[in-house]
Nanobody, 121 residues
């Protein structure tokens, strides 16, 4: 399996920050694009950001607030989230994908189990 594992979620006040981690297990991180997604009950899962060897992606709501990065040695992709808003509350998932982040041929290979992010108000 190439299932990633998320961690780093929690409770934070509006304006606060969290760093989520997506750890690779049993595969070479650089062979895959890694995407971050989020989902709230009753809504579709939406993509936040993605990083691969050759491209990257940020949703409009994430630009300027969220930063994705990759550490191949640690086999981990991070999502740094700053200036968090109440509407950022969701379960956050990471996923492996091929071949790249952007393009109609992008395919999700596997999903992590998710980590809860709650922004209080």
């Amino acid at each position: 399996q190439v299932q990633p594992v998320e961690s780093g979620g929690g409770l934070v006040q509006p304006g606060g920050s969290l760093r989520l981690s997506c750890a690779a297990s049993g595969f070479t991180l650089d062979d895959y694009a890694i995407g971050w997604f989020r989902q709230v009950p009753g809504k579709e899962r939406e993509e936040i950001s993605c990083i691969s060897r050759s491209d990257s992606y940020y949703a409009d709501f994430a630009k300027g607030r969220f930063t994705i990065s990759r550490d191949n040695a640690k086999k981990t992709v991070y999502l740094q989230m700053n200036s968090l808003k109440v509407e950022d509350t969701a379960v956050y998932y990471c996923a492996t994908a091929v071949p790249t982040c952007v393009g109609s041929e992008r395919v999700i290979v596997s999903w992590g189990q998710g980590t809860q992010v709650t922004v209080s108000s």
